[in-house]
């Protein structure tokens, strides 16, 4: 369905959260490569070091120790280099006043962690075609992926 | 020429005879004069008697003329006095006449007054009268209001004592009251904390029981899906607590938020959640008359389960409890 191989990177400092992800990811019809980092500064470093070879989509997760997710969102949408990457939000809060506000920052879509696995795979599947495409590059659309 | 001779012989002899008749009867007349003359000074005689007398009388008549001369001068000059006194009274009596006109009149007036005066002075009379029952009235009024003005003084210094006692308790129910609210506010953002991060596990645990009946799904008995069934909806309903205490910590912070839902729906998750106990007590429900509601769902769904649950946690356990939801506005 989808032949290009996508790059996909994942910070989240949960370990069972990772690991359900990658579960996700490799439950899916085509196959991707993931890189995960566990906190705020090792994503930021990883981003840096790969100016050249970005990953197609980020999924960010908030609550991490050292530098929070909202932290890396505000310098990756500041930073010349950085702000054309596409940025999935990946947090448990569903706090619409937050959500407005990582919008405003410049976060593309906003997946609530689910609690179902299946929500998991399908709004995996769901997101990373936008993300191979790009669709996000006008900045016109945002999404909410409520599971 | 003789004629005219005998004629004129004629004539005198006729002439001679008329002038002796003449001297005839003045011889008579002078005779009748002679006597009338005798008379005549006779009565001159007389008259000069009388004008002797009248002479006399005329000196007593000058006399007495003069003295009613003299008199008449004194008259008229005591009568131009007495003219002027008249004419002075008559001034007088004319001004009489106006200032009696106005003593009338002001008599009059006085006397309209007085009867005015004598009907307010009746009335007055009257109305002291009325003013001296009613003083009497007042005095006994003042008494009874003196003795409940008293009573009212003594009420009212017991009042401030327990109005100082009300204010001091009321102290420190505003201080109680200050504390719950940070007690309270304490107690809120614990509950969201608490159920944050309850939140977590729980997810793992629902992610984990999903991934296992999805990718086990051959390797697992009859038996044991059902009961990871079951694990999954009891882990659902501790979800849903989470949330509603989520929801209920927010309380504070937003509005209530009232939402048309089916009541049906809700009993209908209810249903699902007590099927256990509703199996053990062989328990069974029935709604009628149920319509759509404006509510705040979390809430609802709360009192609903609390109520069936306790419904069926108090049934008598020999008979088959049956609960009966009905609704009416």
Do not use: W
């Not at chain 1, 070091?49 to 120790?65: A, Q, S």
């Not at chain 1, 947090?91 to 937050?98: A, C, H, Q, V, Y």
């Not at chain 2, 002796?20 to 007389?46: C, D």
């Not at chain 2, 008599?107 to 029952?133: P, S, V, Y």
Request: one cysteine or more.
């Amino acid at each position: 369905m989808n032949p290009k191989e996508l790059n996909i990177l994942l910070a989240d400092d949960d370990i069972d959260d990772c690991h359900f992800f990658k579960e996700a990811l490799d439950s899916l019809p085509q196959s991707n490569r993931l890189t995960i980092v566990n906190n705020g500064d090792e994503l930021m470093e990883y981003l840096l070091e790969n100016i050249e070879r970005l990953p197609h989509v980020l999924f960010l997760d908030i609550n991490m120790p050292r530098k929070n997710g909202f932290e890396c969102l505000s310098e990756i949408k500041a930073h010349e280099s950085l702000k054309d990457l596409p940025v999935v939000m990946y947090s448990t809060s569903g706090s619409k006043d937050k959500i407005n506000v990582l919008f405003n920052t410049g976060a593309d879509v906003y997946i609530r962690k689910p609690s179902n696995f299946a929500q998991l795979v399908q709004v995996i599947h769901h997101v990373l075609p936008m993300a191979a495409e790009n669709i996000f590059s006008n900045g016109k659309l945002k999404y909410i992926l409520n599971a | 020429m003789d004629n005219t001779i005998e004629s004129a012989e004629d004539k005198l002899s006729i002439a001679n005879r008329k002038l002796l008749f003449q001297n005839e009867e003045k011889e008579k007349r002078a005779a009748e004069l002679s006597i009338a003359n005798k008379e005549l000074i006779f009565q001159n005689e007389e008259k000069e008697k009388r004008a002797a007398e009248l002479s006399i009388a005329n000196k007593e008549l000058i006399f007495q003329n003069e003295e009613k001369e003299k008199r008449a001068a004194e008259l008229i000059i005591a009568n131009t006095e007495l003219a002027f006194q008249n004419d002075e009274k008559e001034k007088r009596a004319a001004e009489l006449i106006i200032a009696n006109t106005e003593l009338a009149f002001q008599n009059e007036e006085k006397e309209k007054r007085a009867a005015e005066l004598i009907i307010a002075n009746k009335e007055l009379a009257f109305q002291n009268e009325e003013k001296e029952k009613r003083a009497a009235e007042l005095i006994i009024a003042n008494k009874e209001l003196a003795f409940q003005n008293e009573e009212k003084e003594k009420r009212a210094a017991e009042l401030i004592i327990a109005n100082k006692e009300l204010a001091f308790q009321n102290e420190e129910k505003e201080k109680r009251a200050a504390d719950l609210i940070i007690a309270n506010k304490e107690l809120l953002a614990f509950a969201y904390i608490s159920s944050h991060d309850l939140q977590e596990p729980l997810r793992k645990i629902q992610t984990v029981v999903t991934i296992i009946l999805e990718n086990e799904n051959k390797n697992l008995s009859e038996k044991g899906k059902y009961n990871f069934q079951r694990m999954q909806l009891a882990a659902g309903r501790m979800q849903q607590l989470i949330d509603d205490l989520l929801a209920f910590s927010r309380i504070n912070t937003t509005d209530h938020q009232f939402e048309k839902t089916d009541l049906n729906l809700i009993i209908e998750e209810v249903k699902n959640e007590l099927r256990d106990t509703m199996q053990e007590k062989h328990a069974s429900i029935e709604v009628t008359e149920i319509c759509p509601a404006n509510i705040i769902p979390f809430q609802f769904r709360q009192l609903m389960y609390n109520l069936i649950s306790n419904a069926l946690k108090f049934s008598n356990p020999d008979i088959p409890a049956h609960i009966i939801v009905t609704a009416a506005l």
